[in-house]
């Protein structure tokens, strides 16, 4: 069965630092990839996807993720951390497997330190 | 484009009572839609898919005759929360798929109901 694993329930960097949030898949097909940003009391918002183009992902607000087949990782980073990209992230996975059913990782909450 | 709208944004009620939320999709078809129930600090969870014109396919654990889902047209889909108890409150999360897609979902922003 598929699933995502998110390395690290809280993660927290300093305001211009370098944002990295992990995400390891498992599929045995080829995956359809998403990040999805929360902030508190809203719905999800997509930041970017992965459907078989380019392997390095750019999204929006500055963020982009790299699908590394080899190491079935799916990593958001984005280089200058803001105070506005406090939120939680989420990574999720979908195949032909799953029905195209979103499979969810459990979250990361992103910490901005002033 | 891709928006979806849900209403109420946030609902108190007495238990006993039901609730309805409207998932509604404002510019695209979609045949499928999925209600998401989550709660604090923790992931989506999935309770289940309905297809335009079909009965709704449940996730394990999810009571069909507590939570109705109609989705009688390719815009609009609804959960009813029947008999609300306390243990319901959380929020709702409701998402559509657009016809002939099956690489995105676009969510809605959401409803908290508070069961007293």
């Known amino acids: 069965a598929q699933s995502v694993t998110q390395l690290g329930s809280h993660v927290s960097v300093s305001e211009g630092a370098l944002v990295l949030l992990r995400c390891n898949y498992s599929?045995?097909?080829?995956?359809?990839l998403f990040w999805y940003v929360q902030y508190p009391n809203q719905g999800l918002q997509l930041l970017l996807k992965y459907t078989s183009a380019a392997t390095l992902v750019k999204g929006i607000n500055g963020f982009e993720a790299e699908f590394k087949k080899s190491e079935t990782s799916f990593h958001l980073t984005k280089p200058s951390a803001h105070m506005s990209d406090a939120a939680e992230y989420f990574c999720a996975v979908s195949d032909a497997d799953s029905n195209y059913q979103l499979i969810w990782g459990a979250g990361t909450k992103l910490i901005i330190k002033p | 484009g891709a928006v979806v709208s849900q209403h109420p944004s946030w609902v108190i009620c007495k238990s006993g009572t039901s609730v309805k939320i409207e998932c509604r999709s404002l510019d695209f078809q979609a045949t499928t839609m999925f209600w998401y129930r989550q709660f604090p600090k923790q992931s989506l969870m999935l309770m289940a898919t309905s297809n335009e014109g079909s009965k709704a396919t449940y996730e394990q654990g999810v009571e069909k005759d507590k939570f109705l889902i109609n989705h009688a047209s390719l815009t609009l889909s609804t959960l009813t929360v029947t008999s609300a108890h306390p243990e319901d409150s959380s929020f709702y999360i409701c998402?559509?798929?657009?016809?002939?897609?099956?690489?995105?979902?676009?969510f809605g922003p959401g409803t908290r109901l508070t069961v007293l």
């Open positions: 599929s045995s097909v080829p995956p359809y």
């Open positions: 998402s559509a798929r657009q016809s002939g897609s099956y690489n995105e979902q676009f």
